[in-house]
């Protein structure tokens, strides 16, 4: 089974913009050509993306989540290299070969009565690949930041981080939904729940929690395993203002980073971003810019995750890529 479709610089060539007196972030990244190079390398951080919305289609949501890394490549390649924005200390890895897979899900038909449980079987086999490569990652001490995809990826992210330092890992999740959903087949509505139910993940904290996303069962799950799953409402942040964005931010941090923890953020919580599940009520770019910055600094993250961004939903163009562009930046200035 193909892992991985490492890139060099002849693959990027075509998307980057190259101005007279300027240099481009794309120019300025590092390229290895094996995964075992990654333990040689300097750079802290590497890049990969997922080009799958097959756990988004097994969830009975829209596709389109497969674009958000060519997407984001556009856009983050073709920032300014400066002495802010660290291109230096990033590796662009590639892609996980997801072909087949994709291949295989269009050949499914909606009308077949188990549709829905024939997807959860390929995104099972993303899964693999997911921790495979993450996993690879980890363990040569680098920083994955990892976009595309929906969210059924959190479960390959915490699976390979976990056995990348061996031992459970905690995270923070700056969300609408809690993806912690019933364990049927694997869709993008029950990562976190199989990697708690596995034993990958350890804390989970669901950051901006919408109350009109969660259902009655899933909060009583949350509350049965209160000790180990936490959040905090979208609506006492941002419309009750109970809770400042500032001590939202504290209450995450001081339940999760007091040990090894990944950063997951779908674009759904974004207010009017190209998703998978466009939402006209959420957070602005800008606080999930700051998210990001705030828990990437952390000593003991260990990873970050864009999900569920698809750009042909945006309301203007590249704006999922942009967006994605802004994020990554934030991770690694």
């Known amino acids: 089974m193909s892992l991985l479709k490492i890139y060099s610089e002849k693959d ?74 660290n291109a230096e200390n990033v590796i662009l890895l590639g892609e996980l070969d997801c072909d087949t897979q994709m291949k295989q899900a269009e050949s499914i038909s909606k009308e077949e009565n188990h549709y829905a449980e024939e997807l959860g079987g390929l995104v099972t086999q993303i899964d ?10 980890v363990a040569a001490g680098k ?15 915490l699976k390979g981080t976990s056995e990348g330092i061996e031992k459970a890992i905690n995270c ?24 708690f139910v596995d034993g990958f ?26 000790h180990r799953v936490k959040f905090n409402l979208f609506e006492a942040i941002s419309i009750d203002q109970n809770l400042s964005f500032g001590e939202a931010l504290q209450e995450a941090e001081n339940f999760c980073c007091n040990d090894n923890f ?15 599940a466009i939402s006209p009520s959420g957070f602005t770019l800008n606080e999930a810019r700051k998210f990001v910055s705030h828990f990437s600094k952390n000593t003991y993250a260990r990873y970050f995750h864009i999900c569920e961004g698809s750009p042909s939903a945006g309301i203007f163009p590249n704006q999922v890529g942009k967006a994605i562009a802004c994020l990554v930046s934030d991770a690694i200035s």
């Not at 300027?22 to 802290?44: C, M, P, Y």
């Not at 976009?147 to 479960?155: A, K, P, Y």
């Not at 990944?262 to 190209?274: P, R």
């Open 128 to 137: 693999h690949k997911v921790s495979e490569v993450v996993r690879a990652i």
């Open 172 to 195: 923070i999740n700056f969300d609408a939904h809690t993806d912690f959903r019933s364990l049927e087949h694997r869709h993008s509505g029950n990562g976190f729940s199989y990697a």
């Open 12 to 85: 990027i060539a075509s998307l980057l913009k190259k101005r007279d007196g300027e240099t481009k972030f794309g120019e300025k990244v590092s390229f290895i050509k094996t995964l075992e190079d990654l333990k040689n390398h300097s750079a802290k951080y590497v890049l990969l993306g997922i080009p799958e919305d097959i756990g988004v289609r097994a969830n009975y949501g829209n596709p389109g989540t497969s674009k958000a890394w060519t997407a984001a490549l556009g856009s983050l390649l073709n920032i300014q290299h400066n002495h802010l924005t």
């Open 262 to 276: 990944g950063i997951e953020v779908d674009m759904d919580a974004i207010e009017m971003m190209g998703s998978s």
């Open 201 to 226: 993940l350890e804390k989970y904290f669901i950051f901006g929690l919408h109350r009109n996303y969660t259902s009655e069962v899933v909060f009583n799950s949350m509350e049965k395993n209160s």
């Open 143 to 157: 920083f994955p930041i990892i976009i595309g995809g929906g969210h059924n990826n959190s479960f390959g992210n």
